[in-house]
């Protein structure tokens, strides 16, 4: 398995592509979109926070990147036609769809099974993994118009092997990584290549919630994640299908 964490994106590794990355607005995401940018792709900003996308946008415009668009959309109350309009849209716009990074998720707290409200379960598997299904539905015409595209799913540890207290979150990520080995074999004649993507302990804020007394400071930067994003979305991983890579060591298993 080719590990990659080291790799030297081209500068036009992503030229003329356009790419749809959810949760755009901060943490993984908004260093995804960036780095994206930085290689040439137009950018599909989604998220639920319109300031921060705009943020992410000044940003990437102000970095030299091609003018990205701004998608506002709250995935816990989305809809099958939500999703269907957005596709629309970006057809209308681009004519045309090169890859997808699923990295919004929901984790607002951990908690024991026991005490878990429905509602809230039903809130965590509809983005991390209800949402990443329906996106991936209604774009794959879209993706199937390109030379070749790339979809990359977020996974975590948890997806792995359950962990006491994550809940519906290791639930989403282990359906999740299921949905992601079913597509890449449905599509392995493809020009779409499926893969997932565990980044392992990041300095994001989702982090810093789960774990409020935990010293962020020797953790990993978002930005520092960036070289396996690339080569995912990138044409030079074209061979790899199907596979679950981490952006730690190979063998190392980490929580979020």
């Given at each position: 398995?080719?590990f990659?964490?080291?790799?030297?994106?081209?500068?036009d590794?992503?030229?003329?592509?356009?790419?749809?990355?959810?949760?755009?607005?901060?943490?993984?995401?908004r260093?995804?979109?960036?780095?994206?940018?930085?290689?040439?792709?137009t950018?599909?900003?989604?998220?639920?926070?319109?300031?921060?996308l705009?943020?992410?946008?000044?940003?990437?415009?102000?970095?030299?990147?091609?003018?990205?668009?701004?998608y506002?959309?709250?995935?816990?109350?989305?809809?099958?036609?939500?999703?269907?309009?957005?596709a629309?849209?970006?057809?209308?716009?681009?004519?045309?769809?090169d890859?997808?990074?699923?990295?919004?998720?929901?984790?607002?707290?951990?908690?024991?099974?026991?005490?878990?409200?429905?509602?809230?379960w039903?809130?965590?598997?509809?983005?991390?993994?209800?949402?990443?299904?329906?996106?991936?539905?209604?774009?794959?015409?879209?993706?199937?118009?390109a030379?070749?595209?790339?979809?990359?799913?977020?996974?975590?540890?948890?997806g792995?092997?359950?962990?006491?207290?994550?809940?519906?979150?290791?639930?989403?990520k282990?359906?999740?990584?299921?949905?992601?080995?079913?597509?890449?074999?449905?599509l392995?004649?493809?020009?779409?290549?499926?893969?997932?993507?565990?980044?392992?302990?990041?300095?994001?804020?989702?982090?810093?919630?789960?774990?409020?007394?935990?010293?962020?400071?020797?953790?990993?930067?978002?930005e520092?994640?960036?070289?396996l994003?690339?080569?995912?979305?990138?044409?030079?991983?074209?061979?790899?299908?199907?596979?679950?890579?981490?952006?730690?060591?190979?063998g190392?298993?980490?929580?979020?």
């Amino acid at each position: 398995m080719p590990f990659m964490n080291d790799y030297q994106a081209p500068t036009d590794l992503l030229a003329e592509r356009v790419i749809l990355v959810t949760g755009a607005g901060d943490g993984l995401g908004r260093a995804a979109a960036m780095a994206y940018a930085a290689h040439g792709a137009t950018v599909v900003l989604l998220g639920k926070t319109i300031s921060k996308l705009e943020g992410v946008y000044d940003a990437i415009v102000a970095a030299g990147g091609p003018e990205p668009a701004i998608y506002p959309l709250h995935m816990e109350g989305a809809t099958p036609h939500d999703y269907e309009e957005m596709a629309a849209k970006i057809e209308e716009g681009f004519g045309r769809l090169d890859g997808i990074l699923h990295n919004a998720a929901s984790i607002p707290w951990l908690s024991r099974i026991d005490d878990y409200d429905a509602d809230a379960w039903a809130k965590m598997l509809q983005v991390n993994l209800t949402a990443p299904f329906l996106i991936t539905q209604a774009c794959l015409p879209l993706l199937r118009k390109a030379a070749d595209a790339a979809i990359l799913f977020t996974t975590d540890n948890v997806g792995r092997q359950g962990k006491a207290y994550w809940g519906a979150y290791a639930a989403s990520k282990g359906g999740l990584e299921r949905l992601m080995e079913t597509l890449a074999e449905e599509l392995e004649k493809s020009a779409i290549r499926v893969n997932a993507i565990d980044p392992g302990p990041t300095r994001t804020a989702l982090r810093k919630r789960l774990y409020p007394g935990l010293d962020l400071t020797d953790t990993p930067t978002p930005e520092s994640r960036m070289p396996l994003y690339l080569w995912l979305m990138g044409p030079d991983s074209d061979s790899t299908r199907g596979q679950r890579l981490s952006c730690e060591e190979p063998g190392i298993s980490h929580l979020v």
